[in-house]
């Protein structure tokens, strides 16, 4: 990759829409990436970045308010962007516990999980979680990142391997890099890769995968997976991130789907996907759950969870346990969108989950087509390299047990209109 030299600008928005090429960027100072950043982001924004980081003016309910980025009007829009996904976020138990706690503990934790940071709503919610996912014990971080960075490199040392998903998450790779292990990675959702990549190694070998990928929102083949690992002596650690209190018949996440929760050996997750929340957690045996309280730097070298946060996951999550038609609905959903977007030829990859990627495969056209669908009154965003691999550019939508028969049929008739006009569709 060429690195971003000043003169380059004159080339217009550097065609292919790609900031990655500051990573390579080197100068005497440190602090020279800074100009050439910036005078790309000032044609980069106008002309579709924008998009990315639009400031929220509601709660991310189906309607949102969203301060456009182009005019600075605020426009409510149909909500296909945030997680939520059996909309628990903003029920009225849950704002309810939070503002309870608010008034208990006021705003945040002021202190680490070891020092002064650990309050009883922290040890309520590990238990509650432990209990949900019938685990022994539960240990909580301030975000999924911190969980998959803690929990990685507390595990795992120099000289050991570690086998990623090519998809693997950011937060998983940088787990691995600050662990030093040696870090391979396996073709996307590929056993037979992993088998060639874990025949060469030896001493101790963790593999990573994710329930459901974030960008594909397709799920891991986790039965051949575990087959593999077993043979070769390999741990396993999954990220259900965007599959727990989803998948399974009582929402315990991919594991409890194809009824392999004790084949796995770590499992890990975010309170940010489903429940709407904030703060990441890894599941487990007791003496796992105690090492880690120990060693996993990215939680105690940070401040706790705010009480008020727990506060509203612990409502989260009994929402989420009483309520199985939250997953129904979803389900019910996703299977009319796939439907619709399959009738009218808009191509949405190799997703069977609640993540449905809508592909555009042009780095560039996707933020025009981004801009016309929000014209158009949809709140959905483009997702471009390097979150996902070149020419795979896609618009992805976060489907939401809360969302209508109606939205979804707004959704899908805006999308594939607009697909057709710019000739993307199949149909
Ligand atoms: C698979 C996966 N793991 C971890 C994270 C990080 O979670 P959080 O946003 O809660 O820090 C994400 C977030 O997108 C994710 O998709």
Redesign the pocket.
């Known amino acids: 990759m060429k690195s971003a030299q000043p003169e380059e600008k004159s080339k217009s928005v550097f065609t292919d829409f790609d900031y990655t090429r500051f990573y390579h960027y080197s100068a005497e100072d440190l602090a020279a990436v800074l100009h050439p950043f910036g005078e790309w982001l000032k044609e980069a924004r106008p002309a579709g970045y924008y998009l990315h980081g639009q400031a929220l003016a509601s709660a991310p309910t189906p309607r949102v308010k969203v301060r456009d980025g182009k005019t600075g009007q605020i426009r409510e829009l149909l909500n296909l962007s945030s ?1 939520n996904y059996l909309g628990v976020s903003y029920r009225p138990e849950v704002k309810r516990a939070a503002i309870e706690a608010i008034e208990k503990y006021g705003l945040g934790a002021s202190g680490s999980p070891i020092l002064s940071g650990t309050f009883d709503l922290h040890i309520e919610l590990a238990e509650a979680l432990a209990d949900y996912k019938k685990t022994p014990a539960a240990i909580l971080f301030p ?6 960075v803690g929990f990685i490199s507390a595990i795992m040392r120099s000289g050991d391997n570690i086998v990623l998903d090519q998809f ?5 790779v940088d787990g691995a890099i600050l662990s030093k292990a040696k870090t391979l990675f396996f073709r996307h959702n590929n056993p037979l890769d992993l088998e060639r990549k874990l025949a060469n190694l030896s001493g101790k070998k963790l593999v990573i995968v ?5 960008m594909d929102g397709d799920m891991c083949a986790l039965p051949e997976i575990v087959e593999v690992c077993k043979r070769h002596g390999a741990r396993i650690l999954i ?4 599959s727990m209190f989803l998948f399974g018949p009582n929402g315990r996440g991919v594991v409890e789907h194809f009824g392999l929760e004790k084949e796995v050996d770590f499992h ?6 489903t429940l709407g929340g ?3 957690y890894v599941c487990g045996s007791q003496e796992l759950i105690d090492y880690v309280s120990g060693f996993g730097r990215a939680r105690f070298f940070s401040c706790s969870l705010a009480p008020v946060l727990a506060a509203g996951l612990l409502a989260g999550i009994r929402i989420v346990e009483q309520e199985p038609q939250l997953r129904a609905k979803l389900w019910s959903n996703v299977a009319y969108l796939r439907r619709r977007f399959t009738e009218e030829g808009v191509d949405i990859g190799h997703s069977c989950s609640q993540v449905i990627p809508v592909m555009i495969n042009d780095d560039v056209r996707v933020f025009p087509i981004g801009e016309k669908l929000q014209e158009r009154g949809l709140f959905l965003q483009p997702v471009v390299h390097p979150a996902v691999t070149r020419h795979k550019s896609r618009l992805r939508i976060f489907v939401s047990a809360s969302l209508s028969e109606q939205d979804l049929a707004e959704a899908v008739d805006t999308i594939a209109d607009v697909l057709r006009q710019e000739g993307v569709c199949r149909r």
Do not use: C, M, P, R
């Open positions: 997680y975000t999924g990142y911190s969980a998959n693997a998450h950011a937060s998983i994710e329930g459901v990928y974030s990220d259900e991130a965007h890990l997750g975010t309170f940010s996907k904030q703060g990441g």
